[in-house]
């Protein structure tokens, strides 16, 4: 169908870690690596004639300059979009995948540190199809009927001790240890679908029902990503929180900000 897509993007700090290290792809637009998250939602529509992307990338907490990590995977994300064919949109995500993976890799090898790594969530809508691609644990949702269905998979161990479950899979992988396998899928949409790719800031703090009660209750993208934000800040806020909202409509409808 010929459609727009309405989109918000919103990166906070949160209210216990001192620097941020989410960041995230919204059509060329993303953060510098030393950064304190959004001061303002960042709104807009496209259309299919675009082949519309988001993504975010989590550096990963409790290793050196995950901040950096996760700004490299969105610099090398926007290189190759902007210069890499898109007409096989599964292949350009595997491609894009071992590229933010090896720069990440090379940069540790400069900087002569141990380890650095980034979690990734991608979204991009084809002419038919949306496809998904993740490495790690931040999530995407979609949002079809009221009904709030998680669409990434995680990429962690199962723990049954108490906090974080290591992740098995991260961008900042060298070969020689391990080879990266992104999950990659693909679904059909539809007219008011709505999609959420979000860092675990948020998911950690608020539960699957909880998201899907406020996403059923505000048809605004740019409304109910805030009220998210504001819940998770309210449940403690203890890590970056980033989120992307983007609502599907047939060109015939009018965008209300």
Sequence with gaps: MNYCIQY??????????QENQDNFWCMGEFLESENNGLTEPINGMMN?????????????????????AAHIAARNFDIAYKN????????????VSEKM????????????????????????????????CNIGDSRIYQFSDN?????????????ITEGKSP?????????????????IA??????GDKYLICSDGLTDMITDEKIAKIMTENNCVTKCAEILLQQALEAGGYDN????????YRQRRIFHF
């Design 241 to 248: 929180i980033t989120l992307i909202i983007c609502e599907i």
């Design 186 to 191: 693909k679904g059909l949409y539809e007219d």
């Design 84 to 95: 890499s064919p898109k007409d096989d949109i599964k292949q350009f995500l595997l491609d």
């Design 48 to 68: 299919k004639k675009t082949i519309p992307a988001f993504a975010i990338f989590d550096g990963m907490g409790g290793i050196p300059q995950g901040d950096v």
């Design 8 to 17: 918000v993007v919103l990166c906070d700090k949160g209210l216990i870690r």
């Design 167 to 183: 992740l098995t899979q991260n961008l900042g992988i060298p070969k020689t240890e391990f080879v990266i396998e992104p999950y």
């Design 101 to 132: 993976n090896e720069a990440i890799c090379e940069h540790v090898k400069k900087q002569q540190i141990q380890r650095s790594g980034s979690t990734a969530a991608i979204l991009m809508f084809g002419k038919k199809d949306i496809y998904i």
């Design 147 to 159: 009904v709030l269905t998680q669409i990434s998979h995680d990429h962690s161990e199962n723990s």
